[in-house]
């Protein structure tokens, strides 16, 4: 497998196709990378290896360094940036909740995926395990199994140090209902006075409980929606027009502009070095 390619913000993402239920990022100048908030349908965790950065996660903010590891469960709203124009930097990774579930249920801690009841650590055996697993991913020396074991270990160390909540806070079935629907429905045109009806609440009080269980409203869900289509298109290296076409935008410079605000980088950059891993 080649290494990723840089992007000219100093960025690059891995992925490997032997390893499906992990994806990973690393960003060694995070000044021009930049977020508006956004959730993931996986758990992700990253560690701060220089500098400072704003953190927010759901209705939280806090100022996070070197050393620190952050943590988002699948659906929270969260956002990293620099403070002041101030050097950053960090690496990300992105588990697939399947795979992540597995793990917990080895541990004994039941048969689903449960959240983290954290936003933020300075666990130093899980930054250390973090470093060193992104290392051994981007090693073109090491082969699948040093990888595997490599993730599984890390995974183990994971559940050991940092325990997942007891705690069960999903919304109400009816906003429920409306977020299902944006989910099936993300490439379509859809009204408020739909997403209300679904939700069975006048457009005014869905808009206020929808953005208090969900953090975002159901404008930026419903994009949040596209671009996460769109991720799993680029990733089969389809063209962009195809891509936003396919993820519900009406035109490429809509996409590229929302993409770039969602993900921090363009299209094309994450499609490249996309392609770099299943072309290798």
Same mark, same amino acid.
């Given at each position: ?10 960025h ?7 390893l ?5 990022r690393?960003?060694?100048d995070g ?8 959730s ?8 701060i290896?220089?500098?400072h ?5 759901q209705?939280?903010?806090?100022s996070v360094?070197t050393?620190s590891?952050v943590?988002m ?8 940036n620099?403070i002041?124009?101030?050097p ?5 990774f992105?588990?697939?909740?399947d795979?992540l ?7 004994g ?5 449960r959240?983290?009841? =954290? +936003?933020?650590?300075?666990?130093? @055996?899980?930054?250390?395990?973090? *470093?060193?697993l ?6 073109? &020396?090491?082969d699948t199994?040093a990888?595997?074991?490599?993730c ?9 140090r940092?325990?997942?909540?007891h705690?069960d ?11 299902e629907?944006m989910?099936?429905e993300?490439?379509?045109a ?7 009806a ?5 457009p005014?009080?869905f808009v206020?409980a ?5 953090g =975002? +409203?159901?404008?930026?869900?419903? @994009?949040?929606?596209?671009i996460? *289509? ?5 990733q089969r290296?389809? &063209?962009l027009?195809?891509v936003?076409?396919a993820?519900g ?8 502009r ?7 980088a ?8 996309m ?6």
């Amino acid at each position: 497998m080649r290494q990723p390619r840089v992007t000219p913000d100093n960025h690059k993402f891995w992925r490997d196709p032997e390893l499906p239920f992990i994806e990973a990022r690393s960003v060694q100048d995070g000044r021009r990378v930049c977020y508006d908030k956004h959730s993931h349908p996986h758990f992700s965790i990253g560690a701060i290896t220089g500098g400072h950065s704003s953190y927010l996660n759901q209705r939280s903010w806090q100022s996070v360094g070197t050393g620190s590891l952050v943590l988002m469960n699948p659906e929270e709203v969260h956002a990293c940036n620099p403070i002041s124009d101030q050097p950053w930097s960090y690496l990300m990774f992105y588990l697939d909740l399947d795979w992540l579930g597995c793990q917990q249920q080895e541990a004994g801690l039941g048969n689903e995926f449960r959240p983290f009841d =954290m +936003t933020a650590s300075r666990d130093p @055996l899980i930054y250390s395990l973090l *470093r060193q697993l992104y290392r051994t991913l981007v090693d073109n &020396s090491q082969d699948t199994l040093a990888r595997q074991v490599a993730c599984h270990t890390f995974g183990h160390q994971l559940l050991q140090r940092l325990t997942p909540a007891h705690w069960d806070d999903n919304p109400p079935s009816r906003l429920q209902r409306a977020a299902e629907l944006m989910q099936d429905e993300y490439a379509n045109a859809l009204s408020l006075q739909q997403l209300s009806a679904m939700a069975e609440l006048s457009p005014s009080h869905f808009v206020r409980a929808f953005n208090r269980h969900y953090g =975002m +409203t159901p404008h930026a869900y419903l @994009l949040n929606q596209r671009i996460r *289509r769109a991720r799993i298109l680029l990733q089969r290296g389809q &063209s962009l027009a195809d891509v936003a076409l396919a993820s519900g935008f009406a035109d490429q410079a809509h996409f590229q502009r929302q993409f770039k605000r969602l993900v921090a980088a363009t299209p094309g950059q994450y499609r490249a070095q996309m392609a770099d891993v299943h072309g290798a």
